[in-house]
């Protein structure tokens, strides 16, 4: 199955090498392209303005670090064919991603993995040719579900250091153009190796670790969190709401064939698959523009919103009445118009291993022994961390500006 010869050109990695058919194959499926029209942060394209990369390419890029992760020794042992699935786990992983990608789950209440699976394991083209090269779709699954029965391959692609945040770390800060997160990945991947089933690294590896994680810890504060694109998601979230009501009222809508195919979601009820993998990017926003046109006065205004970039302000020192009683003068709806969050601190690390995934990154110490990254490093957030220990949070509100 390996004796396969492209090349796809990546601004990340380079030349990203399909070494077998089967990997071409699914890449040219009907589920794997609707992927080109998903972007990979939301709403990070709003404050990056090259943000716009898309789950396509980073699929291939986890893809790609997989398959520099198995030419390690120590990763020889593992079966052929659980090689080739830990690979296509790598490159699906994120097949299921809805429109505006985690947007558009806190949007709808629903998890791009449950529908990963689905696709994986449905009448899809994905599934039809997993078979034709005689790939267990349920092991594929399991592997992006983290339950496979072998902890190597869950480790690979979803793990505290895995192939999945190597890639979206480089690529999110490459194409943010920020340099939170410029990760020596050759040099973390080409020292990991294999013992007692778990995943290991050389003491020399724990400086590019520590960089890692605290890149990691960068973009969440610096990029995942922005502001704007918080306020993106709320201004989603309350489109959807408005959306939702109306539909619930008996609205007619002008745009009857949009609300048919959204209709599941509004009555809280699973979307069929045929109808999900219509959705994308473009298809929400073609929506939303025909939303701005309904002779509804707030589900206009919110539709323009989105499309002219004017979303709600973001304030930290705010008292929640107050804000509720200025809505109010306003004549605007506070359930449209106002969302207090609270947002906990992110932790650099954990290495809990009280829950039922162990997460903690294994370390060769200078001694020969197997030690947590907790052990042997010297950054106060890496080494002290606790499951118990309460994060910091703070509460935030967002509503309009002009406020």
Known sequence: MSNFNKFIRDSVHGDIHLQEKIIYELINTYEYQRLRRITQLGGGQFVFPSANHTRFSHGLGVYHLICKFLENSGFDTLPEMQKIEVKVAGLLHDIGHGPFSHSFEGVTGTKHEEFS??????????NEILLKYKVNPENVAAIIGGVHKNPILNSLVSSQLDADRLDYLTRDSYNCGVNYSKLDIDWIVRHATVVDDKIVYPQKTVYAI????????????????????ISFDVIL?????????????????????????????????????????KLDDYTLIDFIKKCSKENDKILADLSLRIIKRDFFGYFTETEYQSVEDKIQKLNLDSDYYLEKLTLSSVAMYNHDNKVSKDETIYIVDKFGKIVGLEKVSQIAAIKDFSKDKKLNSENIYIFPKIM
């Open 210 to 229: 520590e960089s890692y994680l605290l890149g990691r810890y960068h973009m969440y504060q610096q990029v995942y969190r922005h502001p704007v694109s």
């Open 117 to 126: 699976q689905e696709i994986i394991t449905g009448a899809t083209e994905i």
């Open 237 to 277: 979230k309350k489109w959807f709401k408005r959306l939702t009501d109306l539909f619930n009222q008996g609205f007619k809508f002008l745009n009857q064939e949009d609300v048919k195919l959204f209709e599941a979601f509004f009555l809280k009820q699973k979307i069929s698959l045929e109808n999900y993998l």
